[in-house]
Structures are given as C-alpha cells and as structure tokens.
C-alpha cells in the first residue's frame, strides 16, 4: 500500500477508527484537568473551558463507538467477541456512557439558577478518566502498540 494514497488510507477496514479515537481521549483527559484547575483557583472562565471540551469530547465518541462496531464487523466478521478484544469493547462502551453522563452534569448544572456543579462530579470525571486511560490502554494491547506487561 502506498502511504500517499489517501484513497486507500480512508477506506481501510479499520483506520477511522484508529485514528479517530484519539480526539475525545485528549479531549475528554484535558477537560478533567481544566474542571479541577476550575475548582481548586475557582475561576469561571476554566469551568467554561472544561465544559465544552467535554462536549467535543462526548460528540467524537458517537463516531468512535460506530467505527470501533464497525471494525468488529468487518474484520472479524460479527464473531463473538473474547478476551482482551471483549474487554476493549465492554470498557469502551463503558467510557463513552460516563463521558456523556458527565457532560450532562455539566450542562444541567448550567441551567440551575445558582450554575453549580454538583461536588460528585469531581470523583465520577475521576472513575471516567480512569475508565477512559484503561481503554486505551487495552486499544494498545490490541494494536500492538503497548504489550500487555
């Protein structure tokens, strides 16, 4: 395959995915670390960066999640899913649900009259970046980027 031609690179059983999943990963990482700077200076304009991070963050896992199924479908056929692979998919469905859970929290609390966050995000964002780490850890593993030990 010639790396130049862009033909072959988009339509690759597999790429989009790939090359996709990187974007909500730094968005979603980047978004936590804003909240918390927001909360411990305290500053607004942080918690406005936070927040829309997030929503980039929530709205690239929607294709994502599709090119990671879509991938499964073609190159290995719809076969059931086992081991690593399984866990990849059950921790990646499991990381795009609590990045949308903790979006909604940030733009429900918007619409509150007072515009506080609730303190329990702090801790879920938390549990989803660990969430969000382990997945793509395991994406690794998978693409032969990272060994399992």
Same mark, same amino acid.
């Given at each position: 395959?010639? &790396?130049?031609?862009?033909?072959? =690179? #988009?339509?690759?059983? !597999? ?6 999943? !990187?974007? &909500?990963?730094?968005?979603?990482? *980047? $978004? ?6 927001? $909360?411990?200076?305290?500053? !607004? ?8 991070? #997030? ?8 294709? *994502? ?5 879509? =991938? ?14 399984? #866990? ?20 429900? =609390? ?20 660990? =969430?969000? *780490?382990?997945?793509?850890h395991l994406g690794?593993? #998978?693409?032969? *980027?990272?060994?399992?030990?």
């Open positions: 395959m010639n &790396p130049f031609d862009i033909k072959s =690179a #988009l339509l690759a059983r !597999h790429a989009q995915h790939v090359v996709l999943i !990187h974007f &909500p990963i730094a968005l979603f990482l *980047v $978004s936590v670390a804003f909240d918390l700077a927001a $909360s411990w200076t305290k500053k !607004h304009i942080l918690s406005v960066v936070a927040r829309y991070n #997030l929503l980039i963050a929530a709205v690239f896992s929607l294709p *994502v999640v599709l090119t990671g199924i879509l =991938a499964w479908r073609w190159q290995l056929e719809g076969q059931p899913l086992k081991g690593t692979l399984r #866990l990849h998919f059950v921790m990646g469905m499991t990381s795009a649900a609590l990045i949308w859970l903790v979006c909604w929290i940030h733009f429900r =609390a918007r619409r509150t009259p007072e515009g506080m966050l609730p303190q329990y995000r702090l801790p879920l964002e938390m549990v989803a970046a660990v =969430a969000v *780490v382990l997945t793509a690794g593993i #998978l693409s032969g *980027v990272t060994s399992p030990g």
